[in-house]
């Protein structure tokens, strides 16, 4: 399996290529392509007989397809030129965001590890299952925005005042769709794992619970790094990352070693609640925002998110009994604070719909124009 690190990486300059000119259809095109190709070779040689290595003939065939579909999109060619003065320059840059990604490597397997050293096999593979699902709306919604916001920011580099507002419109937006999630899932933590995972793992529902809570803590952060990124504030980002995986690992370590999985969730919650006001005023000073200002304006579709959770927690508590089947509270939750949550972004954020309102309708309007 090591050699298909040289077949990944080396579509990453085509792919950069395609996201700097904000191509991203056909990226999505040759990756869907790969996949599917990858998938039919591999039924194939398992109808074959080939075992295990029919998986390993899947990896490596979209590995390939995708490879060669970028090369012949972006009309990138690799060739036998360097440049020492360029490659300094990029490690420059390079070098803080590589620091920044084994710091949020730590920061984010570093818990499994823990836990393991100190709680057991038991509590990792509760941690783990619990972790997996809280995850799913973080990688359904950020894996699309990151690879947006880091190209777009990096063309407003020299635009302060478009990229302060762009900064903002899509820290509000993501915190609009994923707060929600977040909450919502810990309003539904104990019927959700009883229905996904099974009365086995009905004890863990406060992981789940708590896990996902830490996660929306800090939904207003999921701009910030594409952010910093594009703006070539690689240091902000380093520094960043490495306080926050120390910390991480820290407050996990000490409510492991001092309590149970539990105690651990509740101490990665506080280490994610001070992370969300050190992230945001490394970004707010980059960008030249005024700190509180800032922090209230992103924070504030969380705060409804949240509002909105303890409700359909308590009308869970209060009358959940009425509703003995768990797949029914987990629907009729998700209604009820789905309704709520409109009513309070209504209430709140009528600026921001204004707005979404007004982009939508400019794009259909240049739609209906360009034939």
């Known amino acids: 399996m090591s050699f298909l690190i040289p077949l990944q990486l080396g579509g990453d300059v085509a792919y950069s290529l395609l996201a700097r000119r904000m191509n991203f259809s056909k990226d999505a095109v040759w990756s869907m392509i790969s996949e599917s190709l990858g998938a039919v070779v591999a039924v194939v040689l398992a109808l074959l ?49 590589m620091g920044s990604e ?13 836990i393991s ?23 359904v919604v950020l894996s699309a925005v990151m690879g947006v916001l880091f190209p777009a920011f ?20 993501t915190t609009v769709l994923l707060a929600p999630m977040m ?6 933590a104990e019927p959700a794992m009883r229905v996904l995972f099974g009365p086995q793992w009905a004890y863990a529902w406060p992981v789940l619970g708590l896990l996902a809570l830490s996660k929306g803590i800090l939904t207003p952060c999921s701009t910030f790094i594409p952010y910093l990124k594009g703006v070539g504030h690689g240091r902000a980002l380093f520094w960043s990352a490495t306080i926050r995986a120390i910390a991480t690992c820290a407050a996990v370590a000490y409510g492991a ?3 149970s999985l539990i105690d651990a969730m509740v101490w990665l919650c506080i280490v994610n609640a001070v992370t969300l006001v050190g992230y945001s005023w490394a970004v707010f000073r980059a960008d030249g925002t005024p700190f509180f200002k800032g922090l209230y304006v992103s924070s504030r579709p969380m705060l409804a998110a949240l ?42 954020e009528r600026d921001l719909l204004r707005k979404i309102y007004t982009l939508i309708k400019n794009r259909r309007k240049n739609r209906t124009v360009e034939p």
């Open 257 to 259: 070693n001092t309590g």
């Open 49 to 97: 007989g080939w075992g295990v290595w029919a998986l390993m003939a899947q990896l490596f065939m979209s590995a390939l397809v995708r490879l060669c579909g970028l090369y012949a999109v972006s009309r990138y060619i690799p060739r036998l030129v360097f440049h020492p003065r360029r490659v300094l320059g990029l490690s420059r840059f390079s070098l803080g965001m």
């Open 117 to 139: 050293r100190y709680l057991g096999l038991a509590d990792a593979g509760a941690y783990s299952a619990a972790n997996r699902f809280a995850s799913i709306p973080n990688q």
């Open 307 to 348: 509002v909105m959770a303890l409700v359909v927690r308590f009308l869970l508590n209060s009358w959940g009994w009425m509703m003995p089947n768990q797949a029914l509270q987990i629907l009729v939750g998700a209604a009820v604070g789905g309704i709520i949550y409109g009513l309070l972004i209504l209430l709140s």
């Open 183 to 188: 909450f919502g899932i810990w309003a539904l």
């Open 102 to 114: 084994l710091a949020n490597f730590i920061t984010f397997q570093s818990p499994m590890v823990i």
């Open 154 to 173: 990096s063309g407003m580099v020299h635009d302060k005042e478009r990229r302060s507002q762009a900064l903002m419109f899509s820290t509000q937006v």
